[in-house]
């Protein structure tokens, strides 16, 4: 029940999270917006991980916060480097194939955590 849970946690709101971080032009201002975000992500996720170290796995709070702000990290980093691409090229072909990609990309950790599952058992 569980897996389910996150499958359409990540399969639904990864691809919503992305597109909501790629509102906008790729104007500086959005490149500042997305590195605050990524930092501000990525800072809570590893303290929660590594600062309550002995909490870790056993706090459902602590565990899911920082797995939660990991993942918001990494789709930053997707939607920084789709906003790079954008900025390069300015098609329409463009902006599809970084949007599809991005939300695409999203998705991984899914694998890592349904491939972590199987092999425990």
Known sequence: MSLLVLFFII??????????LMQGGPSPVAFRRLAIFMAVCASTGLTLRYGFAHLWGRNLLVTGGGIVFIW????????????????????????????VCGALG????????????????
Do not use: C, E, K, N
């Open 72 to 99: 918001g990290g990494w789709i930053g980093v997707l939607a920084y480097g789709a906003q790079s691409l954008r900025r390069m090229d300015h098609s329409g072909r463009m902006r599809r194939l970084s949007a």
């Open 11 to 20: 399969f639904i709101g990864g691809p919503l999270a992305f597109r909501a």
């Open 106 to 121: 999203t998705t991984v950790p899914w694998f890592g955590l349904a491939s972590a599952s199987l092999l425990a058992g």
